[in-house]
């Protein structure tokens, strides 16, 4: 299996929309999407499942994702929400086919402390995800904690100047 981490792109303030889940992406984090969506059908030419989390920014992220992946079907996965356990997350992933490649958008520190998850076998954050940022994790066979493979992780600007 391959796990790609998206993190939402920029979003409006949290006092511009009220309630923090319905922060909408700013006009910006909408453009720096759709140049991200070029670099990563490069680098990852297909996906079979899209999972995001229900907050608004994630799902316009995901939506903007998945135009440009075949207008792939977004899946609202709640254990993608910000503050849930990185097992709850590992335990939604270990349904999914082997054999797949999965993106995955969600929010900070969560999608960090999963990668560690996935990579360390310990919830902590290894690395940063910028807004907008990506990783791809690899599994030779079944998701174990502590057994991904890091193949690579950019940040926005790095998969904005892939995108040309």
């Given at each position: ?58 799902q316009q ?22 503050g849930t ?7 939604w992933l ?71």
């Open positions: 299996m391959r796990v790609l981490l998206i993190r939402h792109a920029k979003a409006e303030d949290g006092s511009a929309s009220g309630a923090d889940s319905q922060r909408a992406l700013t006009p910006e984090g909408r453009k720096d999407t759709h140049k991200a969506v070029r670099a990563l059908r490069s680098l990852v030419q297909k996906t079979d499942v899209l999972a995001s989390s229900p907050l608004v920014r994630a992220t995901a939506e903007i994702l998945a135009a440009g992946f075949d207008d792939q079907r977004v899946t609202e996965v709640a254990a993608l929400s910000p356990p990185a097992t709850t997350l590992l335990a270990l349904d999914q086919p082997i054999d797949a490649t999965v993106m995955l958008v969600g929010h900070e520190p969560d999608l960090s402390c999963f990668a560690g998850l996935l990579l360390s076998g310990d919830p902590r954050s290894v690395l940063e995800l910028k807004k907008g940022a990506a990783c791809l994790i690899e599994f030779k066979g079944r998701v174990q904690a502590g057994r991904g493979c890091l193949l690579w992780a950019l940040t926005p600007k790095q998969l904005r100047a892939l995108s040309t």
